[in-house]
T-cell receptor, first 114, second 116 residues
Framework: AQSVTQPDIHITVSEGASLELRCNYS??????LFWYVQSPGQGLQLLLK??????LVQGIKGFEAEFKRSQSSFNLRKPSVHWSDAAEYFC????????????FGKGTMLLVSP | GAGVSQSPSNKVTEKGKDVELRCDPI?????LYWYRQRLGQGLEFLIY????????KSGLPSDRFSAERTGESVSTLTIQRTQQEDSAVYLC??????????????FGQGTRLTVV
């Protein structure tokens, strides 16, 4: 069965500092990988996705993520965090082909300190 | 419509009553998902529809929960004899066919269910 682990429940970063949110997945085939953001009272918005090709993918709002097959990881990064980035971030995995659901991690809450 | 639409946006119900939540997916999207998000928690998978295939119901927490979808259109999630622990935001998402092109899921704004 596919699964996603986000080991950090909460992370606090100073505004302007760099950010890395960890995501590890378990999946028996080539995965599709996603990062979503959920701001307070808002729905989920897709930040970026990885399907194939270049393992470093760029997303919206200055975010990027790197797919590392050997580590089964898809960590999210941002070089300089803004206060508006405070939100909950979810990593998700889905199948490259076939018929299966999209599985989410439990999320990482990002707090930004002044 | 332009996005995934869910109704109602908020629902308060008495314990023991049945509720029905509705999801209108993006036109042409064959896959439809229901998730539950309890306060301060992550997304809990409930059920997944893909075209005319049999749905994946493995995430439904009890037989009080059921969902229907006709073809590639509207889906309804029904909770019978609601309990207080059913209080949560119920999220619906849709995506295009997996394995070909984009499979990102587009989410609705959710239905906030409160059982009193």
């Amino acid at each position: 069965a596919q699964s996603v682990t986000q080991p950090d429940i909460h992370i606090t970063v100073s505004e302007g500092a760099s950010l890395e949110l960890r995501c590890n997945y378990s999946y028996g085939a080539t995965p599709y990988l996603f990062w979503y953001v959920q701001s307070p009272g808002q729905g989920l918005q897709l930040l970026l996705k990885y399907f194939s090709g270049d393992t470093l993918v760029q997303g919206i709002k200055g975010f990027e993520a790197e797919f590392k097959r050997s580590q089964s990881s898809f960590n999210l990064r941002k070089p300089s965090v803004h206060w508006s980035d405070a939100a909950e971030y979810f990593c998700a995995v889905g199948p490259y082909s076939g018929y299966s659901t999209l599985t989410f991690g439990k999320g990482t809450m990002l707090l930004v300190s002044p | 419509g332009a996005g995934v639409s869910q109704s109602p946006s908020n629902k308060v119900t008495e314990k023991g009553k049945d509720v029905e939540l509705r999801c209108d997916p993006i036109s042409g999207h064959t896959a439809l998902y229901w998730y539950r998000q309890r306060l301060g928690q992550g997304l809990e998978f409930l059920i997944y529809f893909q075209g005319n295939s049999a749905p994946d119901k493995s995430g439904l927490p009890s037989d009080r929960f059921s969902a229907e979808r006709t073809g590639e259109s509207v889906s309804t999630l029904t909770i019978q004899r609601t309990q207080q622990e059913d209080s949560a935001v119920y999220l619906c998402a849709s995506s295009s066919r997996q394995g070909e092109g984009s499979t990102e899921a587009f989410f609705g704004q959710g239905t906030r269910l409160t059982v009193v």
